[in-house]
């Protein structure tokens, strides 16, 4: 029994080894097979760009050997081999190519051109390596819709923001003044796109007429969006005036009318009208007087320049008359001198 012991040990160790070797090789050769991740040449990024722009997509190899370097798009048609481009689409461009580098441009990216790209390297194995292009759509509007364009004080109003079709969906944020508020958003999706609606409940003061409030977009592809609206708030005074940033709250119902305030308004009217009267008629008269007393100034000095003697031919020789007898006399003699006179020219 100790003979038959001794040389089974070494025919099971002998009989174990020729087992192994193919299982070994076998390993060995699916490991050549499958294509390496960290350890292969291949280097690429993902890419992330805005819709209407420009992206680049690089495959490098760390160590080149000269082999061809191609490039394949989502549906695994060939962009370019080396420097030729097979792929009738003039979007894509030739960047840089050299041994070591294939850079390519794709120029107004729409959504259409979303997904894997694909950079191989021909070696012994292949190698391949794949780059992901996403495609960022900015909010194509923003409205702000507000219940009631005037809320009265102490009401509480629905605001809601809109930010429609972009990819990815918005965040919504809001702010009255300077102060952010927490509104409640819901997304829905229509294809590809995303359309946003938040929801402000929002109770007003006095305080908050004329404050803006504000609708912020947080989005990849867009900074600075917002919009806002101004609130409008009717509150009323502690005096009858109405409220100089607001407006004077008017009645719910006919019994909260008061009719003594009606008639005190009513007679301040009366009265406001009747002082405006007394102020056109003074203004009527005082024009008139004026106009008067510069009518007779303009008379005054008109008679003025026209004052003065008048001498008549009358009584001529009366001067050199000792008494009015003898002047008269003289006088119609002297008007029968200058008849004859006139008679001895005839």
């Known amino acids: 029994m100790a003979g038959r012991a001794q040389p089974s040990g070494p025919a099971g160790s002998g009989g174990g080894a020729p087992g192994l070797l193919p299982l070994l090789l076998l390993l060995l050769s699916a490991a050549a097979i499958i294509p390496r991740g960290d350890g292969q040449n291949l280097v690429t990024e993902d890419v992330t760009v805005v819709e209407g722009d420009v992206a680049t997509i690089s495959c490098r190899v760390k160590n080149s050997d000269d082999s061809v370097i191609q490039l394949l798009n989502p549906n695994r048609q060939t962009i370019y081999f080396r420097d030729f481009r097979p792929l009738k689409d003039s979007r894509f461009q030739l960047v840089n190519f050299s041994n070591s580098e294939l850079r390519v441009s794709l120029t107004n990216v729409s959504i259409s051109d979303e997904g894997r790209y694909f950079c191989q390297l021909y070696t012994d194995p292949p190698q391949e390596i794949y780059t992901t292009i996403t495609v960022l759509v900015p909010p194509r509007n923003l409205v702000i819709d507000i219940e009631k364009e005037t ?19 918005t965040t919504i944020r809001w702010f009255k003044g300077n102060k952010e508020l927490t509104g409640k958003s819901e997304v829905e999706r229509w294809s590809d796109m995303y359309t ?3 929801q402000l409940l929002l109770k007003v003061g006095r305080e908050d007429d004329g404050v803006p409030v504000i609708c912020l977009v947080d989005h990849p592809a867009v900074k600075d969006l917002q919009t806002q609206r101004y609130l409008e708030v009717m509150y009323t005074t502690a005096t009858t005036e109405p ?26 009217e009366e009265g406001a009208i009747r002082s405006v009267d007394h102020a056109v008629v003074g203004g009527v008269v005082a024009v008139v007087v004026f106009a008067m007393l510069c009518l007779l100034i303009i008379l005054g000095r008109y008679f003025a320049r026209h004052k003065g003697t008048y001498f008549t031919h009358e009584a001529k020789g009366a001067d050199d008359a000792a008494d009015a007898d003898t002047a008269i006399i003289n006088a119609e003699g002297g008007q029968n001198n200058s008849e004859e006179k006139k008679e001895y020219f005839i």
């Not at 809320?151 to 969906?169: F, K, Q």
Request: proline fraction near 4%; glycine fraction near 8%; hydrophobic fraction near 35%.
């Open 196 to 198: 946003v609606t938040s």
């Open 151 to 169: 809320a009265v004080e102490g009401e509480e109003i629905e605001l809601n923001c809109t930010a429609m079709a972009s990819r990815p969906a």
């Open 243 to 268: 409220a100089v940033h607001g407006f004077t709250q008017l009645p719910n119902s006919a019994e909260e009318l008061d009719y003594g305030d009606l008639s005190d308004s009513r007679a301040g």
